[in-house]
């Protein structure tokens, strides 16, 4: 079964600190990888995707992730966090090529930035 | 674009009743949407898949005839918690593709219900 890890549980960070969450997907055929953010009190919002192409993916905020097909990963960076990045970020994986197949995700990480 | 509303945010129940929950796609027609549950500081599990005209694909280990899901337009899925009881409190998510739009295979969330049963 498809199966998505975040190594870490809690990150606490300081203001302009660089940021890098761990994601790692068991499935060795084509997937479409995601990371959502949620704000607190809020719903569930997309970061950036990942479906073919670079795998540099650039998002939003000034978050980028790396598809290493090889280490089946797709870790999340921020080169300088700020306060306001406090939030709890979801790995996910939609595994299959084609149709609209569920997302899996990840445990999640809770990010805590202090000023 | 590609807004999904979830109505009510929260409800409170007696153990026993059963509780309707609504999920809108306002900008475009779903043919799919899906329910997770979230536990407190935990991740989306996903419950069942929610197919407009057909009936719902659910998830090892959830129960049919107690999470009742009706997808009965391309813009509307209803989740009914039957017969709630205090481990039914969570946090119900719904998301929905828009298979119109250019964002293919991603789910748009909706701000969540919180349920709790007394």
């Known amino acids: 079964a498809q199966s998505v890890s975040q190594h870490n549980h809690h990150v606490i960070l300081s203001e302009a600190a660089s940021l890098e969450l761990g994601c790692n997907y068991s499935?060795?055929?084509?997937?479409?990888l995601f990371w959502y953010v949620q704000y607190p009190g809020q719903h569930l919002q997309l970061l950036l995707k990942y479906f073919s192409g670079d795998p540099l993916v650039k998002g939003i905020k000034g978050f980028e992730a790396e598809f290493i097909k090889s280490k089946f990963s797709f870790n999340l960076r921020k080169p300088s966090v700020q306060w306001s990045d406090t939030a709890e970020y979801f790995c996910a994986v939609n595994a299959g090529a084609g149709g609209y197949n569920k997302l899996i995700f990840g445990a999640g990480t809770r990010l805590a930035v202090h000023p | 674009g590609a807004v999904v509303s979830q109505h009510p945010s929260r409800v409170i129940c007696k153990s026993g009743t059963s509780v309707k929950i609504e999920c809108r796609s306002l900008d475009f027609q779903a043919t799919t949407m899906f329910w997770y549950r979230q536990f407190p500081k935990q991740s989306l599990m996903l419950m069942a898949t929610s197919n407009e005209g057909s009936k719902a694909t659910y998830e090892q280990g959830v129960e049919k005839d107690k999470f009742l899901i009706n997808h009965a337009s391309l813009t509307l899925s209803t989740l009914t918690v039957t017969s709630a009881h205090p481990e039914d409190s969570s946090f119900y998510i719904c998301?929905?593709?828009?298979?119109?739009?250019?964002?293919?295979?991603?789910?748009?969330f909706g701000p969540g219900t919180r349920l709790t049963v007394l």
């Open positions: 998301s929905a593709i828009d298979p119109g739009g250019d964002t293919y295979n991603e789910q748009f």
């Open positions: 499935y060795g055929g084509t997937v479409n």
